[in-house]
Nanobody, 126 residues
Framework: QAQFVASGGGSVQAGGSLRLSCATSGINIRGVCMGWFRQGPGKEREGVGTINSVDRTIYADSVKGRFTISRDNAKNTLYLEMNSLKPEDTAVYFC????????????????????WGQGTQITVSS
């Protein structure tokens, strides 16, 4: 049974930085398409970005240039480095993995992932 544990959330002032981690067990994330999503208060879940089987990343326009996705295969952990945070980045952040095919969805908004983490809260104050 695969498990995903997200951590690193918290409160930060606008302009600050945070790094989220998504520690996985039960699967080998090497070569697996993985994504980060978020859901703000009263909003739909939205895609933040993905990392594909060869570690190519794509991002939503709202975070491009500020957020960076990476992974450490040896630790089976996915990361989301967030810089220049804005109040509109306030949300619960989720990691996800797609293991049933070798390529990522073409859109970061696609939710066709078969594994999801439990989420970690980020609050950015102005």
């Amino acid at each position: 049974q695969a498990q995903f544990v997200a951590s690193g959330g918290g409160s930060v002032q606008a302009g600050g930085s945070l790094r989220l981690s998504c520690a996985t067990s039960g699967i080998n994330i090497r070569g697996v398409c993985m994504g980060w999503f978020r859901q703000g208060p009263g909003k739909e879940r939205e895609g933040v970005g993905t990392i594909n089987s060869v570690d190519r990343t794509i991002y939503a326009d709202s975070v491009k240039g500020r957020f960076t996705i990476s992974r450490d295969n040896a630790k089976n952990t996915l990361y989301l480095e967030m810089n220049s945070l804005k109040p509109e980045d306030t949300a619960v952040y989720f990691c996800a993995a797609q293991t049933f095919r070798t390529y990522c969805p073409t859109s970061v908004q696609s939710t066709t992932y078969n594994y999801w983490g439990q989420g970690t809260q980020i609050t950015v104050s102005s």
